[in-house]
């Protein structure tokens, strides 16, 4: 038997004037415990300690890693998740490895008030050493940012971080061992960070399932709980940073540290476990409810689309739709069939509500007549004349929402499609008459069911895990995959890079294997998707076959895959493009065709019909291009998931954009 001790921090409030609140840290913090109360693995208990503002003072957090998750032992497992504001304090002199001379912080609730200063880096490691000393395993998560760098603002978000504190007087640090240890001190014990972004960057939170949540927090829960528990530390950061890059940008979560060893170990050392059975249905007094919430991934109010789930392998399909979720928990009610009371049924999701990408079109100091024809087309491009169901315009004072794209007007009759960071995607569209912006909505709807195929998951899946996307460096002369060499890494923010090499000749692209894993003792059937940054989607890598069980399977029948730049692109220092690695796994068999999209611009071509499919992925793969289809519910719904790897094909040589 061991235990998991946990303190989990979350502050909204803070005392001082000085500092603001916060909305989405308690959230944080409520879910991170109900995901550890549902998913601890057979002979681990919990021993959770939550502090919530007002509670949260710095006395009480440094009280509380002495007597709570100092009572750790050598077979126990400890947890510190942080979500608030962090910020900076200059550095003492004789700190003298700090080469930028500040030092990062905790605001803790009543950090500021009067003399009470943040909790800083040097103080938390003293404590951190402390514990780890005991503990078996020791694991922090850190939602708040590093500094009060300079970032810009997005609307809809908010940065977890105040402007630098002053030097606290030496009376105030932690302890007497701290100004002793503090000049060239090593960590005596190790323990491994996640922490939400860089040491110059932001921590955000925003909407995100109709909650306002810390995005670092909630893209991390969405990994443990889509990877499973034999996910490392290394994994999770790949996963929660391809979330992250989703809503926000110039946000890196960080993994430290990052070299091999405690960083390729499970999360908190192999402590969590998948529900017995995946997602259950089952009576308790309230009525019928299943046993996955908000902590573990599904979307509560705010969605236009109703959640549902199906009894696994059932003809015809027996299904019941969501009505409220939960933290750890959601109601739900059957729709056209009676359960049976005194039974249990295994469930898997069979309706997902697939995200709308939001739109900002126009603004000061564009031409309001283009942008007012693009508006217009976007009211009217869905069936029968309706709004377009990919595309949801807002309105710029609306706050609480950060648009996903933004269409610009800078003159009369053109218009550019730019992201939230303010890259341009499209090149000038031009002649936004009538039939201008129509075909501009097209290209919107093009991007967004493209990001609507990068975003696909599956939040209560029973196969998280199960197979690993594996990107295998070639030596020279070899042309077949090698069976067990291990992968290239990630690199610290998620990325795996392939890098062009100098040679006499000139550059020369990195070639390499893309080799799928199936670690589960079940065969499953694997389509390998590869979603450009030119916004098309393929399967040529891999399109559709079953992996037997512990077994292996190679892209492109075991053959190299050149990692080159675009043709016609030459490969200067500097030159990089970004492609996303999308695997979709299933228990039964089913199509690529629903999934692929042409490169923007590029002819389409003729849509084919619906795919002879069995289960969910069919439904989901046609919604995402169809959405004014209905799915038939004539075959039985089989569970799915899906592995997503960001690669980045780099021309070395030119310092990467911060």
Known sequence: MSTLYALLVGINSYRASTVPDLRGCRTDVMEARAFLE?????????????????????????????????LAGPADSVLFWFSGHGSEAPAPAWWF????????????????????????????????????????????????????????????????????????????????????????????????????????????????GGRRRGVFSWALLNALGRLGPAATYRDLLVAAQTEVEQNVYRQVPQLLPAHRGIADRPFLGGGLAPPASGVLLRYVRQGWEVDAGSCHGLVGAGTTDE???????????????????????????????????????????????????????GGPGQDGPTAARVLEALRCAGPGGSPSPHLRPV??????????????????????????????????????????????????????RWRQIRELNNPV??????????????????????????????????????????????????????????????????????LTDRFRVHAELFPGNFVAPHGRA???????????????????????????????????????????????????????GPLAVRGFLDRIGRAVQHRDLVASAEDGAYDWTTVTVPLEVEVPGAERPA
């Open 38 to 70: 549902t998913r601890l693995a057979p002979g681990v208990s919990l021993e959770p300690l939550s502090l919530y503002d007002g509670q949260a003072t710095r006395a009480a957090v440094i009280e509380a890693f002495r007597s709570h998750l100092g």
């Open 97 to 208: 490895e700090e080469s930028t001379l500040m030092l990062q912080t905790l605001v803790c609730a009543d950090s500021r008030d009067g003399e009470v200063p943040d909790l800083l880096d040097k103080e938390l490691s003293i404590l951190l050493d402390e514990v780890a000393g005991r503990a078996g395993h020791v694991a922090v998560v850190l939602d708040c940012c590093h500094s009060a760098g300079g970032t810009r603002e997005l609307p809809g978000t908010h940065a977890r971080t105040v402007v630098p504190m002053a030097a606290a007087p030496d009376r105030a640090l932690l302890l007497p061992e701290l100004a002793v240890a503090a000049p060239g001190r090593t960590p005596d014990q190790e323990h491994v960070t996640l922490a939400a972004c860089r040491s110059d960057e932001l921590a955000r939170e925003m909407h995100l």
């Open 307 to 361: 959640i549902r789930l199906a009894v696994v392998g059932d003809v015809p399909v027996r299904e019941v739709r969501v009505v409220q979720v939960l933290p750890e928990r959601s109601l739900v009610e059957p729709i056209g069939w009676q359960p049976d009371r005194d039974r249990q049924y295994r469930m898997v999701l069979s309706q997902v509500p697939l995200p709308v990408t939001t739109v900002l079109v």
């Open 395 to 448: 309105d710029p004072s609306d706050a609480d929402t950060a648009p996903e794209l933004m269409v610009r007007a800078p003159r009369r009759g053109v218009a550019v499609v730019v992201d939230r960071s303010g890259a341009t995607l499209t090149g000038e569209l031009t002649d936004i008459g009538p039939d201008g912006a129509r075909q501009t909505v097209h290209v919107l709807e093009h991007i967004a």
């Open 461 to 530: 899946t029973g196969l998280a895990g199960a197979v690993t996307v594996e990107v295998v460096a070639a030596r020279p002369g070899e042309h077949i995959v090698p069976f067990d060499r291990p992968p290239i890494a990630a690199d610290a923010d998620g990325v795996v890079r392939l890098r062009y090499q100098r040679g006499p000749g000139g550059w020369t692209p990195q070639t390499v294997f893309v080799r799928l894993h199936n670690r589960s003792d079940r065969k499953l059937f694997c389509v390998l998707l590869d």
């Open 554 to 608: 190679a892209a492109l029948r075991g053959r190299r895959v050149v990692a080159a730049l675009p043709p016609g692109e030459a490969p200067e220092p500097g030159a990089r493009v970004r492609d996303w690695l999308k695997l979709v796994v299933a228990e039964e068999q089913f199509g690529p065709t629903p999934f692929e999209l042409p490169a923007l611009g590029a002819p389409r071509g003729v849509d084919r």
